[in-house]
């Protein structure tokens, strides 16, 4: 099970929101490119970035620094955020980062969806944003209609390999992962499931690893490092 170091942009820095608020973002890191060599200079075997401006707008607000993220690091890198036309999709598809992640138009746009398993494959990741169970769309400022059970059950029937699930309330609060939630997810499909929310301490990252479900192949923390509530280091070894 891999750990993923999160970096999320908004207004060109890296932040942390709280609940997807984006009115409650915590400053870390002026500048992003030099965040993530340290990420992979303290042993990172893969990093997740997401443009916060480009899920709130709708259009890839910080494409140009993620392509240079991609561009200075090698170790690969999960990108997603704004991503709402094939426009976008052909930009990030030659970005140079390794995974791409469709949210709100993966929900919305069942024909962009179709495009992005055909010239992606198994490098795209679908989020599977929930708030009480249910889809979160535009940025997490949204409830869908759609139980993300069923959304992952479609999703491995258009050819769709892997997911991200995101608790959106449990999302910067350092209040504990919601492994319940994960365990019904990861039990109704056989999507490959990358965990995110809610991570605080190294029982947290310990209660996903023992999650019976094979298909959990990963965990992204971000607050709780940046936080120092333990080290990349003791995260990766908590999940080895």
């Known amino acids: 099970m891999r750990l993923y170091p999160a970096i999320d942009i908004q207004d060109g820095k ?37 443009d916060l401006d480009g899920a709130r707008h709708g259009w890839l607000v910080n494409i140009q620094i993620v392509e240079r993220i991609a561009a200075a690091l090698d170790i690969p890198v ?5 991503i709402r036309d094939r426009a976008a999709l052909e930009r990030v598809a030659g970005s140079g980062v390794r995974w791409v992640v469709m949210g709100t138009s993966a929900v919305t746009d069942g024909d962009l969806l179709q495009t992005a398993v055909a010239l992606l494959g198994d490098r795209l990741v679908v989020g599977v944003d929930c708030i009480d169970g249910y889809i979160a769309t535009h940025g997490w400022q949204e409830r869908s209609q759609t139980p993300a059970t069923e959304f992952a059950r479609h999703l491995e029937d258009l050819g769709v390999t892997r997911l991200l699930y995101t608790d ?27 965990m995110s929310g809610g991570v605080a301490t190294l029982d947290d990252l310990r209660a996903i690893r023992q999650v019976a479900a094979d298909n959990v192949v990963g965990v992204i923390v971000g607050r709780a490092l940046y936080d120092g509530n333990f080290t990349l280091a003791e995260a990766m070894a908590a999940l080895a």
């Open 14 to 50: 890296a932040v942390r929101l709280r609940r997807g608020d984006f009115a409650q973002a915590t400053v870390f890191a002026d500048d992003p490119v030099e965040r993530a060599r340290q990420w992979r200079d303290q042993g990172a075997e893969v990093l997740h970035v997401v």
């Open 78 to 82: 999960e990108f997603g955020g704004g």
């Open 168 to 194: 959106v309330a449990r999302d910067g609060m350092l209040e504990g992962p919601n492994v319940a939630g994960l365990e019904e997810l990861a039990a109704a499909t056989a999507l490959e499931v990358i």
